[in-house]
């Protein structure tokens, strides 16, 4: 079972950075490819960034974030980390982490963390 616990959110003005992070228990996150998420209230929640497993880990990022978002794991520390850097207010939500087999669908994130809170004030 995999349990997963992010850390790091916080209260930040726009063009400030925050990292986030999201420790593994229970399994080994190297062997699953790691997904941010986020959901701002009153909207649905959407894909921020994932990793890939293997020693490329190849990354994807929404349009929204790119180039302001960077999405990396630490394997010795069983934790993935997203750096979010010149943050607006619109990337004021609820983060989270998540874990799938990466033989599966980019819908079948099958564990979740309970999530972050980041605000960006103006």
């Known amino acids: 079972q995999v349990q997963l616990v992010e850390s790091g959110g916080g209260s930040v003005e726009a063009g400030g950075s925050l990292r986030l992070s999201c420790a593994g228990f229970?399994?080994?996150?190297?062997?699953?490819?790691m997904g941010w998420f986020r959901q701002a209230p009153g909207k649905e929640r959407e894909g921020v960034a994932s990793i890939y497993t293997g020693a490329a880990g190849s990354t994807v990022y929404a349009d929204s974030v790119k180039g302001r978002f960077t999405i990396s794991r630490d394997n010795a520390k069983n934790t993935v980390y997203l750096q979010m850097n010149s943050l607006k207010t619109e990337d004021t939500a609820v983060y989270y982490c998540?874990?799938?087999?990466?033989?599966?669908?980019?819908?079948?994130?099958?564990?979740r963390g309970q999530g972050t809170q980041v605000t960006v004030s103006s």
């Open positions: 998540a874990a799938r087999r990466q033989y599966l669908p980019p819908t079948s994130y099958a564990y």
């Open positions: 229970g399994a080994n996150l190297r062997s699953y490819c």
